[in-house]
């Protein structure tokens, strides 16, 4: 879908009698961008923070309630981790991302995905490059991660990253025997499948794809990507969703970074530390019964250096 197909949507709105997302009406069809090439863009949605109390309420047979009761109720069921009602409303977004990124993506498997197919069309030249400061090192305490400080000369890396990228687009092109536009290279040869061209391709190259999933698992996506652990590159678009759901379910919002994104969840182990630590008693990792990563993180949580 083209630009020219996402400004008629926007000047052709049509009257409905579903429920509609004020703050998601203000965005939809609009591409938000991400990274250098990416973009997350609304198509479409269903229910709104309505839906998750009309679901929860149903065996009452009671309809909505003043917005007060509502948002208590969803933080209600947000802390005790009643999914079903949030499984009553759902979004449709269209992404383009990096083909990496997609495969990290895409291991969140409640949701219908349809994505751009390299072997009816030509892909696009495009591919993501780093900015230098997000180029680090491999993370010492992190088997898969990175350092948080930057390597020290980039420009090499970032040259090497736009030489390969260029180098296997024009093998790329060649393999297929034609240019992005479907015009043949030489007359004289016959150009190999674009099934099989595409495997020549890098993983920084930009795929797209229609993404629907409901908000419950959303959330989850949300609380796996959007946090601090997680790569960068996945992150800046889950930080975007952020954005989309609190316009979307404002008190969904509310209730999941208070009891989700912003909390901590304490094993039994941890718990009893926690306790020992309020009676005033002093305790070693040794005998925590944490491992030391778990003590690790258990003081992180609490504020306290290692």
């Given amino acids: 879908m083209g630009r020219e197909d996402t400004d008629e949507l926007r000047t052709n709105p049509h009257e409905t009698f579903r429920p509609v997302s004020e703050g998601l009406e203000q965005i939809i069809h609009t591409?938000?961008?991400?990274?250098?090439?990416g973009f997350i863009r609304v198509l479409d949605y269903m229910g709104d923070d309505a839906a998750v109390v009309q679901a929860a309420r149903v065996s009452y047979g009671r309809g909505t309630k003043q917005v007060s009761e509502d948002r208590g109720l969803i933080r209600y069921l947000m802390r005790h981790s009643h999914t079903t009602p949030f499984e009553m409303a759902e979004i449709k977004i269209h992404v383009k991302l990096p083909i990496?990124?997609?495969?990290?993506?895409?291991?969140?498997r409640t949701a219908s995905v349809?994505?751009?197919?390299?072997?009816?069309?030509v892909l696009d030249k495009e591919f993501y490059v780093?900015?230098?400061?997000?180029?680090a090192p491999q993370s010492s305490a992190n088997k898969q991660g990175r350092e948080k400080h930057a390597v020290e000369d980039p420009s090499w890396i970032l040259q090497l990253l736009r030489d390969d990228a260029e180098r296997s687009?024009?093998?790329?092109?060649?393999?297929?025997?034609?240019?992005?536009s479907g015009e043949t290279l030489d007359p004289n040869r016959t150009g190999l499948a674009r099934e099989l061209a595409r495997m020549n391709l890098s993983l920084n190259y930009y795929t797209q794809w229609y993404w629907k999933t409901n908000l419950h698992n959303l959330l989850h996506f949300l609380r796996l990507r959007a946090d601090s652990h997680a790569q960068y590159e996945i992150r800046v678009y889950a930080e975007k969703?952020?954005?989309?759901?609190?316009?979307?379910?404002?008190l969904t919002y509310e209730a999941f970074q208070e009891y989700?994104?912003?909390?901590?969840?304490?094993?039994?182990?941890a718990?009893?530390?926690?306790k020992l630590m309020l009676a005033g008693k002093a305790v070693s990792q040794a005998e925590s019964g944490l491992s030391q990563r778990e003590w690790s993180e258990l003081m992180e949580s609490v504020g306290r250096k290692v």
């Fill in 100 to 108: 990496f990124v997609a495969r990290q993506w895409i291991r969140h």
């Fill in 130 to 135: 780093p900015d230098a400061k997000d180029l």
């Fill in 271 to 274: 718990l009893r530390v926690i």
């Fill in 31 to 37: 591409p938000i961008k991400v990274l250098d090439h």
């Fill in 260 to 269: 989700k994104l912003g909390a901590v969840t304490l094993s039994a182990s």
């Fill in 169 to 180: 687009y024009s093998s790329y092109t060649k393999l297929l025997n034609q240019n992005e």
């Fill in 114 to 121: 349809n994505e751009y197919s390299a072997r009816y069309s």
């Fill in 241 to 250: 969703l952020l954005d989309i759901t609190k316009l979307w379910v404002p």
